[in-house]
Each structure stands twice: as structure tokens, then as C-alpha cells.
């Protein structure tokens, strides 16, 4: 049994404060038989008069006529584990503590023990919720040449601990784009684990390239399952105290095509996108709203929006404009006056918009997204519309060779036209009218052909005496990334190749 070392959190002085003694926060040694060593290590509250300065803390043996001569120690015990001890003294000038004063510290020393306890385990909870939040959420947009974004994720002030809002910026195939924003209901690491899920739902729903109705019908029935995974495993796990909190979200997803300049967007009980005009005009995008995630029963509708190029697309959750001093009216229509003045740069409009609608009192999460529209014009795109003649598949190759040699990248002749021929045989062979092929050029090369049908083709391994079932296998061994999305009037088969 030796010296005990504690950090003190808080102390309370009478008129006449001891010299030398710790301030909180700072360390402080108790002696071998001290009344604070002994309680700690006994685990019993303990009454003693002090008769000399061995029984004292070290930074108080010079406390001279003002050293305390009774003191009573209360150890801090919650849930089985010893948190620290309280210390209550006595100077000269006052009567000894008696039994009454013991039992009396006793109890308040309880009550301090369960409420430093449940701080600790919610600092704990919020440090956890948060650090798990930030390494689900992207820690930086994504360039590309759809859109020049800007994101921000505020967590919330308020003892209801960090929730589950997210955000997220897609790349897409034909140089496209999807921008999300998410909010999961509750709070805590069980709102943050479900954020995770979803976001990682909505990456991989986007790699399929679903429209966003069809993404928010899909991720309507997982949030739908999770809600009744949670109830069965709140029922078995009631006798054990155990809260899992209740399943639903919202969401908005909005895809933008650069070369159409065309945004289309679903929602999912989601407060509606803002759009800035280059002119500065402010409107919002008037999306259909759909019910919130997991409610199920009712469809959901998209809504197009041409936007012209260097337009703002505005993405947020209702921690932003919700306030306990207006109403969601209200607090809309600041964002518009907000989002009106000017500013230089996408970061900046970040910081002002957080600085105008939060400043400092989020009761609830914020995620904000903020991208300016770009345009991919003629110089980056090159559209040919072909028949439905074999012999098309020789001159698509010809104007692939063509405007590669346009753009400077001769090296990759050889390449585009063993993949353009393969995809345009496809589509003539398998396909319906009309037949397109476009090439895209930004960070890499992108070879796009469009046909009348909805079937999807499939990759498969020919044997060693198969005439055909080649074609798609050699576009994957060639291009970086292939794939395949559907359109109201068809279906296109892409395939990118690294420049």
C-alpha cells in the first residue's frame, strides 16, 4: 500500500481557502494511510479527525493553522467500477464531522457517482457515434467533371448526441453525376451504424446506374427489412436493458448529366433541393415529395430540371433550416435570402450558409452539399447516329478513328475500334432502332452505344470451339470499366478506357 495519485475535477473552498491546494484538473498525491487512500482502497466511506500532515495530501503539509482536523472521504463507485473519491474537510473553526455528516456525504456521494458515470458513458457514446460518422462519410468530394462540389457535416450540440445525417457525391458512367444527402431518425452509434448501411446501400444501388425513383423504391424496402430486424432484436434483447432506437430516413438523390445539362431527382420525405441561377435567382427544385424511407405503400416520382451551366444545386438536411425560433417556412426562406448574395468560391458559400442558418445552436445534425453545375460541350463529345446495316459496324470504326485523331489520341486508335465494333455489332445483331454510338472525352475515354432494346447483355466465357460470346469478354480485358445502364427507350453499353 503506497501513495494514491488522483486528478481533480472540481473543489469548493470555504471563506478561507487552503493553501497549496489543487486546482482542478491538476494532480494531487494522498499519503499511505490517508483518509482518501484508505476509502479507495476499502471501498467504504471513512470519518477521521486529522492529526498531523501525514494524513494530508503532499501540496497541503505547509497549510499551517488553516489545515482541516476532520474530514470525511466517500469513494465514487457506479456500476461496479471506482471512479475517484470525494473529499469533504473541516477547518479548525468548525465542529468535527459526526456520524450523521458520514451518512449524509454517503448518499451524495452516490448520486455524484451515477451522474459522473452517465457523463462519462454519453462522452463516450458521442466520441464513438462521432468518429464513426466521419469514417463513413466521404472526406472529400470526388473530381470529376459533372459538377465542382463542396460538402460540409455538422454534428449536433444538443445531449441527444450525434445522429445519423450523411452525404455523398457519385461519379457515374457518361460522365454524370448523383448527389445525396441522408438522414437517419435517432441518435447515437446505433443512427450512425445505420447511416453506414445506407450509404453504402445508395453507392452500390448507383453502380447499377438506377434511375432515382427506382434507387429510393430499393432502398425503401432494405430501410423496411432493417426496421424489422430491429424489432425482433429489441424484443430478445428487452430483458437485457438494451436500446436500438427506432429505423427510418430520409434521402434525396439527384442525377446530373453535363452533356444534356439536364438534373433529374427523387425524394424520400426529404425538404426540397435549392437551385442559384447564374443570375443569382434562388428557386427550389420542386421535386415530388415521397413518404420518408421504410413507410412503404406509396411510389415515388422524379422530377427533370434543365439547368444552365455554372448553376448552384443546393443539398441539405432539415438540421439546417429547422429552428426552435421560426418555423420550416421560415427558415426556407432565409436559406433563399442566404444563398441570393454572391460569394467567391463554393467554400465560401459553405461557410456563410453554416454561419447564417446554424451559428453555433444545431440541435441536430447538418450535412450540406453545394456543386456548380459544368457543361462537357462539342469539343468533348461527339454523337453518330448509325443503321441497322452490318456494314455500319466499318464506318463506326472510321469516325472513332477520326475523332480520336481529332483530339490528339492517335495511341488509342487501335483499341476504340476493336471495342467500338464489338459493342456496335451487338447492338445491330441483338438490339432495336435507333442505334447511337457517342464518344465522351474528360479524364479518360468513354465509348457509349445506345440500342432500342431493354435486354441487358451478360459476360461469358466462350469455350475453345464457340463461334461466338467473345465480344463483351474482350471489351472488359480492354476497357478499365464496362458496364451496362437502362433508358426509357432502351439501353447503352459503356465502356471506359484510361487515356
Known sequence: MGEITLRRTARQSGPVALAGTARPGETVTYRQGSVPALSLRTGEPMRAEIADAACWPADTSDAGMNAPHSALAVPLRARGVALGAALFTRSPSREPFDADDLLLAQEIGAQAAVCVDNARRYTHERTTSLALQQSLLPQMAPKQPAVEAATRYIPANSQAGVGGDWYDVIPLPGARVALVVGDVVGHGVHASATMGRLRSAVRTLADIDLPPDELLTHLDDLVTQCRMVSDRTQEASRDVGADFGEVGATCLYMIYDPVSRRCTGARAGHPPPAVVRPGGDVDYFDIPAGPPLGVGGLPFETADLDLAEGSLLVLYTDGLIESLRYDLDEGLERLRKTLSEPMPSLEDTCDRVLNS???????????????????????????????????????????????????????????????????????????????????????????????????????????????????????????????TRQRPEGKTIWAELRL
Open 357 to 483: 442558418m446554424v451559428a453555433g445552436r444545431a440541435r441536430d445534425d447538418v450535412a450540406l452539399v453545394i456543386a456548380r453545375t459544368q457543361e462537357l460541350d462539342s469539343k468533348h463529345v461527339t454523337t453518330w447516329d448509325l443503321s441497322e446495316d452490318l456494314a455500319e459496324v466499318a464506318r463506326a470504326r472510321e469516325l472513332a478513328s477520326l475523332q480520336l485523331a481529332s483530339w490528339n489520341l492517335q495511341e488509342l486508335a487501335f483499341t476504340t475500334e476493336l471495342v467500338v465494333s464489338e459493342l456496335v455489332t451487338n447492338a445491330i445483331r441483338y438490339g432495336g432502332r435507333p442505334v447511337q454510338l457517342r464518344l465522351l472525352r474528360q479524364d479518360t475515354l468513354i465509348c457509349e452505344v445506345s440500342d432500342g432494346s431493354n435486354t441487358a447483355p451478360h459476360l461469358r466465357r466462350a469455350r475453345m470451339f464457340d463461334e461466338g460470346g467473345r465480344g463483351l469478354f474482350i471489351v472488359a480485358q480492354l476497357a478499365e470499366h464496362w458496364g
